[in-house]
């Protein structure tokens, strides 16, 4: 368990660094009620460093699934006025966003998935302008994550739900440097380092990054013209920083899908619509997936890969040390938040348009020329085992290294 003061640190990164909220701001708090006492923490360092007005937008994870259980796919689809003039009235304010992502990753676990996704889609049309608002970072937001008793359980369901509650605590309490002496200044140290390493890579522009271990692994990662590599921090459209997701350790930017080529093999589970893919090799050319096999969930794989044209390339390669606190932990989180933070990635599907120079402003079209790829699906997909050596190659053929035994040498 945390202790009080290391609580408190928590709730003060994610107000300061986090959602970075200035004086006189309102703050807009998400979360499941089991986590109230934590949303309360959070108001109350928002008020201590002079927030205008804390709201909490309350979500009930046990009633969502009752609703998707009984109510008809029509009501599930409504959206009311009420809601859609709430989230405009919190882009006219301005907010900044505090979500707090913790629950059970089964929830809908037996529900009708043509309800679920119905219901999903409904309500992100309606959400569309909130949406845009804080993708476009009009509106500055982040996200940080506390256990819940459900979730411990399926990420130790071997211990007890207390066992397993302290062991994420102590978990999370490491991955967010609560346990050093000064969580923030920690913070602030990891952010510099994670954009030391991002700019050295923009400022070598390479044209290809080079994977290769003794699993199988040797790929070539052609990058998007004119790629960035982003990291931790972002601007928000009024200059100020912000860290969308806490934690975070992943530099990352966007291949070129017609530049993949060699074959790679997954050095953790994927977990992808509640089924686990293992032991998964794929085999790149000309940037598509031309072959590939899986001796765990065969068939959910290709059921993934069978989405659409673009799911067989790729919209993001992300590079994480094996020092990381959340590799270290070696625990499934079964949450995006931290899984993706473990282990070097790779992601089938959409890329990140804010990964290309002026990406935010340019068309379909255009984006295609740079080698952006476009696809219903971002499936992100762990590649970075502890012996992974990682080169970059710049447009002479010089070749830079950048990992040496899953960790970082730049
Ligand atoms: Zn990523
Ligand atoms: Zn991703």
């Known amino acids: 368990m945390l202790t009080q003061i290391q609580m408190e640190k928590f709730a003060e990164l994610a107000v300061l660094v986090g959602a970075?909220?200035?004086?006189?701001?309102?703050v807009v708090i998400r979360c499941d009620v089991q986590c109230k006492d934590f949303a309360h923490l959070i108001?109350?360092?928002?008020?201590?460093f002079g927030a205008k007005k804390v709201i909490v937008q309350w979500r009930d994870e046990v009633l969502s699934r009752l609703t998707?259980?009984?109510?008809?796919?029509?009501?599930?689809?409504?959206?009311?006025?009420?809601?859609?003039?709430?989230?405009?009235?919190?882009?006219?304010?301005?907010?900044?966003?505090?979500?707090?992502?913790?629950?059970?990753?089964?929830?809908?676990?037996?529900c009708d998935p043509e309800k679920l996704a119905a219901s999903?889609?409904?309500?992100?049309?309606?959400?569309?302008?909130f949406r845009k608002a804080t993708m476009s970072n009009y509106l500055r937001w982040t996200i940080v994550s506390i256990p819940t008793p459900a979730w411990a359980k399926q990420v130790f369901p071997d211990l007890s739900e207390q066992e397993g509650m302290d062991k994420m605590w102590d978990a999370i309490g490491h991955i967010m440097r609560l346990d050093q002496e000064d969580p923030t200044e920690a913070w602030r140290k990891h952010i510099a380092t994670l954009h030391r390493r991002a700019d050295f890579l923009n400022a070598h522009n390479f044209e290809y990054i080079h994977l290769t271990n003794?699993?199988?692994?040797?790929?070539?990662?052609?990058?998007?013209?004119?790629?960035?590599?982003?990291?931790?921090?972002?601007?928000?459209?009024?200059?100020?920083?912000?860290?969308?997701?806490?934690?975070?350790e992943e530099i990352f930017t966007a291949p070129h899908n017609k530049k993949i080529d060699g074959t790679v093999v997954n050095a953790l589970p994927l977990v992808n619509n509640?089924?686990?893919?293992?032991?998964?090799?794929?085999?790149?050319?000309?940037?598509?997936?031309?072959?590939?096999?899986?001796?765990?969930?065969?068939?959910?794989?290709?059921?993934?890969?069978?989405?659409?044209?673009?799911?067989?390339?790729?919209?993001?390669?992300?590079?994480?040390?094996?020092?990381?606190?959340?590799?270290?932990?070696?625990?499934?989180?079964?949450?995006?938040?931290?899984?993706?933070?473990?282990?070097c990635h790779?992601?089938?599907?959409?890329?990140?348009?804010?990964?290309?120079?002026?990406?935010?402003?340019?068309?379909?079209?255009?984006?295609?020329?740079?080698?952006?790829?476009?696809?219903?699906?971002?499936?992100?997909?762990?590649?970075?085992?502890?012996?992974?050596?990682?080169?970059?190659?710049?447009?002479?053929?010089?070749?830079?290294?950048?990992?040496?035994?899953?960790?970082?040498?730049?």
């Open 274 to 343: 509640g089924t686990i893919i293992d032991n998964f090799k794929l085999t790149f050319k000309d940037g598509k997936v031309v072959d590939y096999s899986a001796e765990v969930g065969y068939e959910a794989l290709k059921g993934l890969l069978s989405t659409d044209e673009g799911v067989l390339s790729l919209g993001e390669i992300a590079l994480i040390g094996k020092n990381s606190p959340i590799a270290e932990s070696g625990i499934l989180f079964f949450n995006t938040l931290f899984d993706e933070n473990a282990s």
């Open 20 to 26: 970075n909220m200035q004086k006189d701001q309102m």
């Open 214 to 248: 003794k699993h199988g692994t040797d790929l070539r990662v052609g990058l998007a013209v004119d790629h960035v590599w982003l990291a931790a921090e972002e601007e928000g459209q009024d200059g100020l920083p912000f860290t969308a997701n806490m934690p975070t």
């Open 120 to 129: 999903n889609i409904a309500g992100a049309k309606a959400m569309a302008n």
């Open 346 to 410: 790779l992601a089938f599907g959409a890329s990140y348009p804010t990964t290309v120079k002026g990406g935010n402003d340019m068309d379909e079209k255009a984006l295609a020329e740079h080698g952006m790829n476009t696809s219903l699906q971002h499936v992100d997909f762990m590649i970075g085992t502890k012996d992974i050596d990682i080169d970059g190659i710049d447009h002479d053929g010089n070749v830079t290294p950048l990992f040496r035994d899953g960790e970082w040498v730049i």
């Open 43 to 48: 108001a109350e360092k928002a008020y201590q």
């Open 68 to 110: 998707m259980l009984n109510a008809s796919k029509e009501t599930l689809c409504e959206v009311p006025d009420y809601q859609i003039a709430q989230s405009q009235y919190f882009i006219d304010n301005k907010v900044c966003l505090i979500s707090i992502s913790a629950g059970n990753p089964n929830i809908f676990k037996g």
